[in-house]
């Protein structure tokens, strides 16, 4: 079984965050990358099934040369080979092309994508290259099992579970839930020291459409002041949740 892993290269929760040129560009000054962690879910699980059923594991990642140290760290936790486009990611329908081309051109029996990225949320990449590779699609997912070329997957929805099986080729959707945070690799030294040796290939991005483009960007208001009521003034309570804070 051969399984590409998509890797977003996404600001650490705990960067703070700036824009610069008047609002339209994100500052990356002082701000530390790592991998989306609904990916590294995926990541996690695809080095079960290569540990455990002998699947080949390859990991993708759109975008410039600055998102070399994380693709690295994909490696160095245990995925076979890198693959890299040469490409600015501004756009989930043109990273889902960008994406649908490695996928033709490897050959793969299972794509695993984060549902979404930390940064953006946009959350539509997975689906979109499912359509433009007509496979079966499971978003959302938070358990997989594979049997030769039968997969049987759990994904989350509305109040509950839902358990499905499907076939291969297959493009999920992942997140918490397909591995615990538990379960999280840490690269050690001898994951560092290989994956210095393992390929990084980078290939030049295909023509294609980017039809949407940020305009300005905001961040949330500050909060405002916080008042603090004695534990035994339940009346004073009472009147701040309903005259000013207005929830009851």
């Given at each position: ?7 977003s290269n996404v600001p650490d929760t705990t960067s703070k965050i700036n824009f610069t040129e ?100 946009g959350g539509m990449v997975p689906g979109i290259l499912a359509t433009l590779l007509d496979m ?86 500050a909060k405002g002041p916080v008042k603090l009521v004695d534990a035994g003034n339940v009346g ?13």
């Amino acid at each position: 079984m051969k399984i590409l892993v998509c890797i977003s290269n996404v600001p650490d929760t705990t960067s703070k965050i700036n824009f610069t040129e008047g609002d339209t560009k994100f500052d990356t000054n002082g701000v530390q990358f790592v991998i989306n962690p609904n990916d590294e879910f995926g990541l996690t699980r695809a080095m079960w099934f290569k540990e455990k059923q002998g699947a080949t594991v390859h990991v993708v990642n759109v975008g410039g040369a600055q998102t070399e140290p994380t693709i690295r760290k994909a490696l160095a936790i245990g995925a076979d080979e890198a693959i890299r486009v040469d490409a600015e990611p501004k756009d989930g329908f043109f990273v889902a092309q960008q994406l649908a081309e490695v996928v033709k051109n490897g050959k793969y029996d299972l794509i695993i994508a984060g549902r979404e990225s930390i940064d953006y949320n946009g959350g539509m990449v997975p689906g979109i290259l499912a359509t433009l590779l007509d496979m079966n699609f499971v978003n959302t997912c938070i358990s997989l099992e594979i049997d030769g070329d039968t997969a049987t997957a759990v994904r989350e929805i509305d109040g509950g579970k839902e358990k499905i099986s499907t076939s291969l080729p297959l493009v999920i959707g992942g997140q918490k839930g397909l591995v615990e945070e538990s379960d999280l690799r840490i690269p050690n030294m001898r994951g560092i020291m290989m994956a210095r040796k393992k390929a990084l290939n980078v290939v030049e991005p295909v023509d294609a459409s980017q039809p949407t483009q940020d305009q300005k960007f905001e961040k949330p208001a500050a909060k405002g002041p916080v008042k603090l009521v004695d534990a035994g003034n339940v009346g004073e309570l009472v009147e701040l949740l309903h005259n000013e804070a207005k929830v009851i």
